[in-house]
């Protein structure tokens, strides 16, 4: 008899996600940081050329037969509404959606912990980050921090910004990655994600979590970019045992900056192939009424878990899987 | 050409990669946060036994190999191939002695093992998990002995060697498990 119906999960490990969550709300109470609740579903998704959202329809009062929703792919649009309209530091802990991601660190559903501080830049954040991730895994040790030029200079002996296309390839290729893939398949930003989470990433914070900050301005997403010899994205990511746990950015304030930008995002995904959703008029519309300064963190609660479960699968910590759900 | 997306990749799914058929043994999914997925595969070569590993762009496309796993009854061995028959079309196969490698010493007549065919071709055989074969050498049998510890080996009346506990005489009938090449039991006949 199929026993399909059972969770992939411990109750060990239901009873650790429960604790960790209480722990987190915690932190955020202690810490005057204002926990929110915005709409998993939306009229509007992201423009993110490696995101794909699930869409749904809607029909009932209010809006126009079949209208489209989109599922959240993180809660970013409508937690930055609130804080052009005054909210202050908030948190919030929910579903977030993304099409085609399963796998040992991915489930297509996930629980995020997404959080803003009004007057952070990323370097005071990277701190609160630090802390809490310290406070949930029981770690007592300082967290270390590198540039993303640094940790590709160690590792692979090459400057990731100023690397041609070909000399990232040739790294791949040397180290037997590439196979499959031709030289002209992936754009230098896709070579660069290849290298990082193939080759640095299983590397990363492997005794001690690892901050890596200041990633290739075509990375930044909605980070501010610092101008510069070599713009930079004000933008970090957080490493602990190889994991990829945290993603933060110093947030960009600028309307005309975020149409510049959804404008580059929608060609490389016609470019690809791909369907563009149309411009998030809404967050434009909170960014030209005025973004405060802050900084915002995505941290994968269930990858967390996982971290303090010591759970290799995401199965283990998630009780319905996709393929059990 | 029939093909598979990176979305069904799974163990034991067949590929054509670089000309040669291969099994897929693991499949990752990596993707970054905000960066382009991927799938790393481990592939094994279903020629060669030569296992590598291939990395695709999330969603693209590679051309199935037309590998099929096949029930077949072994018949006989000329002594440079091996005669298998398909049992519902009696269909026969020659197989040849590098696609037997391990299996063909597991095998005396009339065995169902999977022949698995590449467009038509047999590319390998696997032998029944269980066989029974009777002991044709080995030291004689210490009598009372069922602690199963050290062992002996034995020579089986297919010409193989396994290993054997120390009250196993010549001429009985043993169970063998052939994934492990390991002695189950002695069958009472």
Redesign the interface.
């Given at each position: 008899m199929d026993d399909d119906w059972r969770p992939t999960a411990s109750l060990e490990n239901i009873r650790l996600r429960a604790a960790l969550l209480a722990k987190s709300r915690q932190f955020f109470a202690a810490r005057n940081v204002l926990e929110v609740e915005t709409p998993l579903l939306s009229a509007a998704t992201v423009s993110?050329p490696?995101?794909q959202s699930f869409s749904t329809c809607y029909n009932g009062p209010n809006l126009p037969p079949d209208t489209t929703l989109f599922l959240q792919t993180s809660p970013e649009a409508a937690m930055k509404r609130l804080l052009a309209a005054g909210s202050g530091s908030i948190y919030q802990l929910c579903k977030a959606f993304r099409d085609?991601?399963?796998?040992?660190r991915?489930n297509p559903e996930f629980t995020m912990l997404e959080w803003y501080r009004v007057g952070f830049d990323h370097f005071a954040l990277m701190d609160e980050v630090e802390a809490l991730v310290q406070l949930l895994l029981g770690i007592d040790r300082q967290f270390e921090r590198s540039s993303y030029r640094a940790i590709f200079e160690r590792h692979l002996g090459l400057d990731p910004h100023h690397a041609s296309l070909g000399v990232l390839w040739q790294c791949a290729e040397a180290a037997?990655?590439?196979?499959?893939?031709t030289k002209g398949?992936?754009e230098r930003?896709?070579w660069l994600?290849?290298l990082?989470?193939?080759l640095i990433?299983p590397q990363l914070g492997a005794r001690t979590p690892v901050f890596i900050y200041d990633y290739p301005a075509s990375?930044a997403?909605l980070a501010t970019i610092r101008p510069g010899a070599v713009p930079l994205a004000e933008r970090f990511?957080l490493y602990v045992t190889g994991v990829?746990l945290a993603?933060g950015y110093h947030e960009l304030c600028d309307a005309g900056e975020l149409q510049r930008r959804y404008e580059r995002d929608r060609l490389l995904r016609l470019a690809n192939g791909e369907a563009a959703p149309a411009c998030n008029r809404r967050l434009q519309a909170a960014l030209g009424a005025g973004l405060p300064a802050s900084s915002g963190v995505?941290l994968?609660f269930d990858r967390l878990v996982m971290l303090a479960a010591r759970a290799d699968s995401i199965d283990e910590v998630v009780v319905f899987p996709v393929a059990r759900a | 050409m029939a093909t598979y997306s990176t979305?069904e990749f799974r163990g034991g799914l067949k590929l054509m990669?670089d000309g040669d058929p291969c099994s897929i043994i693991e499949n990752?999914?990596?993707?970054?946060?905000?960066?382009?997925?991927?799938c790393?595969?481990k592939l094994r070569n279903l020629k060669s036994g030569k296992v590598?590993?291939?990395?695709?762009?999330?969603?693209e496309s590679v051309e199935a190999a037309d590998v099929m796993d096949t029930e077949m009854q072994f018949l006989y061995s000329d002594g440079e191939q091996w005669h298998f028959m398909e049992p519902s079309s009696f269909e026969q196969f020659a197989v040849s002695e590098a696609a037997m490698a391990d299996t063909a010493k597991w095998l005396k007549g009339q065995e169902t093992c999977l022949v698995t065919l590449w467009n038509g071709v047999p590319l390998s055989v696997a032998a029944p998990n269980f066989v029974e074969l009777t002991v044709t050498d080995t030291d004689p049998g210490v009598r009372g002995d069922t602690s199963g510890g050290g062992g002996k080996p034995a020579k089986l009346e297919t010409g193989a060697v396994v290993r054997v506990p120390l009250f196993v005489d010549i001429g009985e009938l043993l169970k063998i498990d052939t994934r492990t090449g390991e002695y189950v039991s002695r069958v009472k006949s």
């Open positions: 993110d490696h995101l085609g991601e399963s796998g040992a991915h037997g990655i590439s196979g499959g893939l398949e992936l930003d896709g994600d290849l990082m989470s193939q990433e990375q997403a990511e990829e993603n995505a994968g | 979305n990669i990752e999914f990596v993707k970054p946060g905000k960066g382009q997925a991927f790393r595969v590598y590993e291939r990395t695709y762009k999330s969603g």
